[in-house]
């Protein structure tokens, strides 16, 4: 009985879009819809298979990929260290975080024009920018969660003998780590975001260079299917970041709830 | 500054001993000279002269912002005094000290971390058993594995209370470690602190709004007014006998409560 319930439970939530994709693929392939509109899922489908058999998804995915990870290690690197060193030193935080937060009133994408004059159409040019943008997100959170630490725990630290480096390691890393793994998923958004619109303007290689030259040649099919691509890669990277955070944050009560059902 | 854990406590051999600490040369003795202890021109504590002996049980009461747990933070090495000195055992000693520890009114548990590695905070060499040893001391043996989240706010102070022991401090400095929990929950907490106050033999000062609370845990009462000692009085009851309805008790605390 509950069996059947939790089945249905399953099942229900995929019966509409389902039948969104069958009424889809009918219409398409009835030709009610234009090819150049909408191609028929299936046209997808076969899109998906051959580029993954001729190897051209996979290499494009593979250096999205490699340009979205070194911007998120550089960027969200340099955001975390910034915070940490502020977060820390009250001088640091005088010197830096002022111009810090002007430059982050700087839309990131606006300087597009200026990465393209500075380092052309290279890997450079998409590696910053995606560093650029995921570096204010990661500071802000990572200086915040720092300074928001609970002060009575730091004080009992001292009191019971932590050291500077203990302190830091034992007390106040730990408590800022839900801020930091907050400013870890937004950056994630972000990198994709920026990836998205650098490879689209230019690129050649990458699913936004895939995607563009397809239109080029009116395939929107493999339009479509970049599309879908950038999506699946933006929620493995949700759930990721996720996974992480049950892992990191065990000790939190709020983030027991899917673990305990499970 | 890490002592060993003793196997065993030893055994208690008159009746008449079980009243004071039966482990002697563990306490420290503090001494206050013309303490004083101001926030801006607001003084606070206005000169305090006073010898605590070591082992001694002394319970602080006193109106609230009356000065108590400023009191406790200077003796702690959290705050320096304005004038004056503090000494442990004839040393005069400022900055954290290492054989005080102090039992908040909030836990203060970490909770990233487990309740072993809370108590065995302080880490040292084999940390791991010496938590252990206190946490059975408390009556949590089996939860050294827990969240600190999933504790009841009694079984938290007594982790709380393992953690301050763990290191064997001379003085153990109480600021309303009870003062959050439920009538039983507070009377079984008196019991404990009691036998391991006994056991352990260090010098105790607990701070509490509780005038019976004060006058059933300790050797002698403080009364903080207007920043200075109002009344000094020695609880010369038995603890055995220091049931409720004594009217000797009862005396006691008229006189603690109309001098407050
Ligand atoms: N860091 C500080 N800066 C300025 N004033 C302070 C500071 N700490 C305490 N005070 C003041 O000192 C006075 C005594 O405070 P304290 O916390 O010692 O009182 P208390 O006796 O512990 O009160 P309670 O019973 O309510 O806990 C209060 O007026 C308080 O405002
Ligand atoms: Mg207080």
Known sequence: MTRTKALRRGLVPWLLPLALLAVWEVAAKAGWLSARVLPAPSDI?????????????????????????????????????????????????????????MLRNVPHLAIIPMVILWFGIGEEAKVFLVAVGVLFPMYLNTFHGIRSVDRG????????????????????????????????????????????????????????YMTMNAREFLQTDMVLLGIIVYALLGKLADIASRWLER??????????????AA | M????????????????????????????????????????????KGLDLVIPAGQFVAVVGRSGGG?????????????????????????????????????????????????????????????ERAQALLAEVGLADRAGDWPYVLSGGQKQRV?????????????????????????????????????????????????????????????????????VAEDITVDIPRSARVGGAPRLAELERRILNSV
């Open chain 1, 45 to 101: 489908a076969v899109a998906f298979w051959t580029t993954l058999k001729d190897g051209s998804l996979p290499h494009h995915v593979g250096i999205s990929a490699e340009r979205a990870v070194l911007g998120l290690v550089i960027g969200g690197g340099l955001g975390f260290a910034l915070g940490l060193i502020n977060g820390a030193l009250p001088l640091a935080e005088d010197i830096l975080d002022s111009s810090l937060q």
């Open chain 1, 153 to 208: 725990l730091v004080e009992m630290g001292r009191v019971y003998g932590l050291g500077p480096v203990a302190l830091y390691l034992r007390v106040i890393l730990p408590g800022a780590l839900p801020a930091i793994l907050v400013g870890l998923r937004y950056a994630l958004g972000i990198m994709w975001l920026t990836l998205i619109v650098a490879e689209t303007i230019s690129a050649s290689s990458g699913i936004g």
């Open chain 1, 247 to 260: 892992r990191a944050l065990e000790w939190n009560p709020s983030f027991h709830t899917g673990l305990e």
């Open chain 2, 2 to 45: 890490m002592v060993p854990l003793r196997a065993a406590p030893p055994p208690q051999v008159q009746p008449e001993v079980q009243d004071q600490a039966t482990v002697t040369g563990k306490g420290l003795e503090l001494a206050f000279d013309s303490v004083t202890k101001a926030f801006g021109d607001v003084g606070v504590l």
């Open chain 2, 68 to 128: 108590k747990t400023t009191l406790m933070r200077l003796i702690a090495g959290l705050d320096g005094p304005t004038s004056g000195t503090i000494r442990i055992n004839g040393t005069a000693r400022r900055g954290l000290q290492p054989d005080v520890r102090l039992l908040f009114q909030d836990a203060r548990l970490l909770p990233w971390q487990r309740v072993l590695s809370n108590v065995g905070i302080a880490r040292g060499p084999d940390w791991k």
């Open chain 2, 160 to 228: 709380a209370l393992a953690r301050a022991l763990v290191t064997e401090p001379g003085i153990l400095l109480l600021d309303e470690p009870f003062g959050a929990l439920d009538a039983l929950t507070r009377a079984d907490m008196h019991r404990l602190l009691t036998r391991i106050w006994r056991q352990h033999g260090f010098t105790a000062i607990l701070i509490t709004h509780d005038v019976a609370e004060a006058v059933a845990l300790a050797d002698r009462v403080l009364v903080l007014r207007d920043g200075r």
